[in-house]
């Protein structure tokens, strides 16, 4: 006689329970965003504070719900860093969208694999109805453009960085790899992100093979030694590939003349691609838009919806003027578990074929929802006004005799540094040597010193071989007051660093 298991039912809740779990993390959401603005955005922690406060041993019985509700209460409130602040405006990292959190939710209940069409008909269709309404009617891509969600920028330029490499190579490097041919060349300019660089180094291309070309006096990519470095590693028998534009640099939110990058990729046969990872959601205002003349002929474009879309982390995305060529870069020929009859089915196309993951959640649920919730005006206009406080804050600090600014604003990015007024540039000590030197170490104190402070909390960008800080805005709960204490705070705590720090010699 078979022996029948009994049932199981340890990790089994009921709708009743889960209602209940849900409700008190819920309490925690809604007790965050009441006390958000007045939170510190980020505290002075160490690590071993931190380890010790949240690395709890996994117990054997499971912990009461009421002390989970509290442990993530007390994880929320004295040990988390908020980007959803109005006074967090470092790095690029947009605020986190509340109908994109409450969607995300729903995306983890409903636990869809968008992996396979059959297993997320919804996912995979909102997946990409977003991709291609951001390829088609935002960057002004053909019929046939598209793209998928991924973890963030990083992962959308690599993925498209995959499918130009497949596609200009010119053999089957998929199947023969890159040693089957000659060396392969990609083209970025200094400002672009390191990402692209690392993309290259893990397809093969080589990190070595990436020419870095420079940038004019406003930091955009210069097209006269781009087609010299092209011409040149021609001559020397490397087979160039692809230029990366920069659709919003990250250091200062330069976007490069797209126009002329898209002629030289269609005079030099090259893969077009921009990387607007940062600036590609600038296309929804109507100021900003102008700046992206010519994303429209680009062969793929990676934008980020957990930096300008402001939706939660984590979620970028990659879009491809021509799909089949994204399939044809990650499809492999028959997969023996996932048999697909298309005779007697009516599936749409499986996500897990056509970009590197296999297995992928629903990561366009919180997207979509925050696109509706909102609309895209809203969008363009709360984008738009992100770019006004930064140049704001860059008039500000033009005017002020403590700070100066470093380069113009760049979308919603302002570079300035803290100068002590009797050294700013029209002061005595203006033009002598040490002077820079100080400069650099002391906003280079001042950044890490606000970020330990934690009443603003601003990043830096190293231009030319000044340090200076750094703010940039994807956050629609920033406003001019917190522009002002931003100001404010460097200030104070310039002034106080300056005493502890400055050199007999500039006394
Ligand atoms: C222009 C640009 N590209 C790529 C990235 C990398 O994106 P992610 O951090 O989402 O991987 C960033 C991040 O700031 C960026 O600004």
């Known amino acids: 006689m078979v022996e029948r298991p009994e049932p199981v039912r340890d990790l089994d809740w009921d709708a009743k329970r889960a209602r209940a779990f849900t409700d008190g993390v819920a309490d925690i959401y809604e007790e965050l965003l009441t006390r958000l603005r007045d939170l510190p955005v980020s505290r002075g922690w160490g690590v071993q504070e931190v380890r010790d ?11 009461p719900e009421d002390e989970i509700l509290e442990y993530l209460r007390t994880m929320t409130f004295d040990y988390s860093g908020y980007l959803g602040h109005p006074r967090f405006y470092a790095y690029i990292s947009g605020a986190g969208t509340v109908p994109g959190a409450a969607a995300d939710l729903l995306a983890s209940g409903l636990n869809m694999n968008t992996g396979g069409w059959r297993l997320a008909p ?34 959308a330029n690599f993925i498209a960085l995959k499918v130009a490499r497949d596609a200009k190579a010119g053999w089957d490097i998929r199947k023969d790899g890159v040693g089957a041919g000659p060396a392969l060349g990609l083209y970025v300019s200094t400002e672009t992100h390191i990402v692209s660089i690392r993309g290259a180094d893990m397809l093969g ?54 126009e002329e990058i898209a002629d030289v990729c269609r005079d030099e046969d090259l893969w077009f691609h921009v990387d607007a990872a940062y600036g ?36 970028g995305c990659v879009v491809v003027r021509d799909m089949e060529l ?32 296999f297995s992928r959640g629903f990561w366009a649920l919180k997207v979509w929802v925050s696109l509706l919730a909102h609309g895209r005006t809203a969008y363009g206009r709360r984008i738009s006004h992100d770019a006004a406080l930064a140049r704001y804050l860059g008039a500000r600090a ?15 990015i302002t570079c300035f540094r803290y100068v002590p007024a009797d050294l700013s540039a029209s002061g005595a000590r203006a033009g002598e040597p040490d002077r820079d030197a100080y400069l650099d170490l002391l906003n280079n104190r001042l950044m890490t ?29 920033t406003e001019a007051e917190d522009m002002d204490a931003l100001l404010d705070v460097a200030s104070e705590l310039g002034a106080k660093l300056d005493v502890e720090l400055r050199p007999q010699a500039l006394r």
Not at 53 to 63: H, L, N, S
Not at 221 to 242: K, Y
Not at 280 to 293: H, I, K, N, V
Not at 457 to 473: D, H, K, P, Q, T
Request: aromatic share 8%; hydrophobic share 40%.
């Open 205 to 258: 291309i080589g990190s070595g093979n990436v020419r870095k070309v420079a940038v004019d006096d406003g930091y955009r990519i210069r097209v006269d030694e781009l087609r010299a470095a092209i011409a040149e590693d021609r001559a020397a028998g490397i087979h160039p590939i692809a230029v990366v534009a920069n659709g919003g640099t990250v250091s200062t939110g330069v976007v490069d003349p797209l």
């Open 53 to 63: 406060a949240v690395a709890i041993p996994v117990p054997d019985e499971p912990m």
């Open 398 to 412: 033009e005017e002020s005799d403590e700070f100066e600014l470093m380069t113009p604003v760049g979308l919603s």
């Open 326 to 357: 994204m399939r044809r870069a990650f499809d492999v020929d028959y997969v023996a578990y996932v048999v697909k009859d298309e005779e007697h089915t009516d599936w749409g196309i499986d996500l897990g074929r056509n970009s590197p993951n």
């Open 122 to 155: 919804s996912g995979t269709e909102i997946e990409l109805a977003f991709t291609r309404w951001f390829a088609q009617q935002i960057f002004g891509l053909p019929v046939g453009s598209g793209g998928a969600l991924t973890s963030g920028g990083a992962m």
């Open 449 to 477: 010193e606000i970020q330990l402070d934690g009443r603003v909390y601003c990043s830096n960008a190293v231009l030319g071989e000044s340090f200076c800080l750094r703010s940039c805005i994807v956050n629609y709960r």
């Open 280 to 315: 590609g959601p600038a296309m929804l205002a109507d100021d900003l838009r102008p700046l992206f003349a010519g994303i429209e002929r680009a062969d793929s474009v990676a934008f980020d919806p957990h930096k300008w879309l402001y939706t939660p982390q984590s979620g």
